[in-house]
């Protein structure tokens, strides 16, 4: 059972370079979401999906865009990548019977040069 | 939008000493959840409080379900070297497993040799 997925683990992207960071979960769970953590500000969700077909922004979504592929994958896309968006991305999801939390995964740390 | 304070921000211990570390609200909040961050990986749930008063163990952890359902703590008691990481309280105010979840800022904690 490897709970949630995320690759790539490290990323580095030149200014106006876009990506995607991709996202899988293996829990059937129903809602899946993108933070970025940067020091001293926490986790701050970007944009979450709380079914299949269906997204919304959460607190910081500004220069990103998310597509929730099937109930397993949710992935976060940099179109024209900004130094701002140098940060630690994290993907959870929640929604199983087992307990009523988010699973996160490893992280993917990106920076803009 | 409602928000969590988390508090201390940092700490710097002994080995061996006890911890104690506090997330507040103006919202109430049917949950309470505290998580553990290792250094390059993501949080990972360490209790979950689903009553007010509830106070629940984990090995050297305690955490409680303030009575006003407004706050939470979390102690740690005899820290070892491995405890050293950020600890995130998360709270969720809706009674359905699949509402988001609001975390603190975090407290980062570091074990002094």
């Known amino acids: 059972n490897a709970g949630v997925t995320q690759t790539p683990k490290f990323q580095v992207l030149k200014t106006g370079q876009s990506m995607t960071l991709q996202c899988a979960q293996d829990?059937?769970?129903?809602?899946m979401y993108w933070y970025r953590q940067d020091p001293g500000m926490g986790l701050r969700l970007i944009y979450y999906s709380a079914s299949e077909g269906t997204t919304d922004k959460g607190e910081v979504p500004n220069g990103y865009n998310v597509s929730r592929l099937n109930k397993r994958e949710f992935s976060l896309r940099l179109e024209s990548a900004a130094p701002s968006q140098t940060s630690v991305y994290f993907c959870?999801?929640?929604?199983?019977?087992?307990?009523?939390?988010?699973?996160f995964g490893s992280g993917t740390r990106l920076t803009v040069v | 939008g409602q928000q969590l304070n988390q508090s201390p921000q940092s700490m710097f211990i002994q080995e061996g000493e006890d911890v104690s570390m506090n997330c507040t609200s103006s919202?109430?909040?049917?949950?309470w959840l505290w998580y553990k961050q290792d250094p390059g990986e993501g949080p990972v749930l360490l209790i979950a409080l689903y009553k007010a008063g509830e106070l629940t163990s984990n090995g050297r952890l305690t955490a409680q379900f303030g009575i006003t359902r407004k706050d939470s703590f979390l102690n740690i008691s005899a820290s070892i070297p491995s405890d050293v990481g950020i600890y995130f309280c998360a709270g969720r105010l809706g009674g359905n497993r699949d509402d988001k979840i609001i975390f603190g800022k975090g407290t980062r904690l570091h074990i002094l040799p």
């Open positions: 959870a999801s929640s929604g199983g019977t087992a307990y009523y939390g988010y699973t």
């Open positions: 829990m059937n769970h129903n809602s």
């Open positions: 919202s109430i909040f049917n949950t």
